[in-house]
């Protein structure tokens, strides 16, 4: 440990759940990982999860969290499941400057897995547009 420490943060972080790299290559599928542990990208309208329309939750494909509720999800034509809002404190962000440019990154508050991303431009009452890889969500539809 140095005097200084690291200060750039995702690394250092400690979540709730937490596994090896080993582990959540185990528990995942490929491409699951590929997203969730090393912050790939869906190839857009792949996700089944972008037209479901029913009621229920989105969850962590990693964790389990409940992270979205089908009542904020709106169709965003970009084939990608979109939300205008998470459900209380189930994300976090954190800033990507990948790719040259400077977006903000969504993750599981439990377990840090890689989500997708935020924009500025979603619909009202927030204007926000939660950029969701559909793999790395599980539906649960409601029981009725
Ligand atoms: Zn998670």
Redesign the pocket.
């Given at each position: 440990m140095g005097l200084f420490g690291s200060t750039s943060a995702r690394h250092d972080k400690t979540f709730e759940?937490e596994h090896s790299e080993e582990e959540w290559r185990r528990r995942l599928t490929r491409e699951q990982y590929r997203v969730l542990r090393e912050h790939g990208t869906e190839r857009a309208g792949t996700s089944p999860l972008d037209r479901e329309k029913r009621t229920g939750t989105f969850h962590?494909a990693?964790?389990e969290?409940p992270l979205y509720s089908s009542e904020q999800k709106f169709d965003s034509g970009t084939g990608w499941p979109s939300f205008w809002r998470p459900l209380e404190g189930a994300v976090e962000t954190s800033t990507d400057r990948s790719f040259f440019m400077v977006r903000t990154e969504v993750h599981?508050a439990?377990?840090g897995?890689h989500l997708g991303h935020v924009f500025n431009d979603g619909p009202p009452p927030t204007g926000l547009r939660y950029c969701m890889n559909g793999v790395a969500m599980r539906f649960k539809p409601t029981e009725d």
């Amino acid at each position: 440990m140095g005097l200084f420490g690291s200060t750039s943060a995702r690394h250092d972080k400690t979540f709730e759940v937490e596994h090896s790299e080993e582990e959540w290559r185990r528990r995942l599928t490929r491409e699951q990982y590929r997203v969730l542990r090393e912050h790939g990208t869906e190839r857009a309208g792949t996700s089944p999860l972008d037209r479901e329309k029913r009621t229920g939750t989105f969850h962590c494909a990693a964790c389990e969290a409940p992270l979205y509720s089908s009542e904020q999800k709106f169709d965003s034509g970009t084939g990608w499941p979109s939300f205008w809002r998470p459900l209380e404190g189930a994300v976090e962000t954190s800033t990507d400057r990948s790719f040259f440019m400077v977006r903000t990154e969504v993750h599981c508050a439990r377990c840090g897995g890689h989500l997708g991303h935020v924009f500025n431009d979603g619909p009202p009452p927030t204007g926000l547009r939660y950029c969701m890889n559909g793999v790395a969500m599980r539906f649960k539809p409601t029981e009725d």
